[in-house]
């Protein structure tokens, strides 16, 4: 394999984690927790992806007091656990994201080396 870019290219990539959301049904489910394996005090920028069950729509799940959902840390849940909520009658809330049997969508995270 090849990779192409700088070495600096290369160093700003290793500290943009991806992680997959998993199984999530949130028409159900208000909360999901996800360990994303990094210390929550090295978190500097975090995105959320949402898919839709069909694969054809994708969302931000966005910050305290959006119209879709939010995400936060809870020290009590652990200190690599994010937490990720819908709102309740929010854009999330129909059977447009009900399927639990597949990826939800992804956090992609700008973390401090």
Do not use: Q
Not at 50 to 64: H, N, P, Q, S
């Amino acid at each position: 394999m090849r990779v192409f870019g700088t070495a600096a290219d290369m160093a700003r990539a290793s500290h943009m984690p991806v992680v997959n959301i998993g199984n999530w049904d949130m028409n159900a489910t208000d909360i999901v927790d996800v360990d994303v394996g990094v210390h929550y005090s090295k978190w500097r920028h975090i995105c959320i992806i949402i898919i839709d069950d069909l694969g054809t729509t994708i969302k931000r799940l966005g910050w305290k007091g959006s119209l879709s959902g939010w995400w936060h840390h809870d020290p009590l849940k652990g200190d690599t656990i994010l937490t990720l909520e819908r709102k309740v009658g929010g854009d999330f809330d129909t059977v447009d994201y009900d399927t639990a049997v597949f990826n939800r969508g992804y956090i992609r995270m700008a973390v401090v080396p």
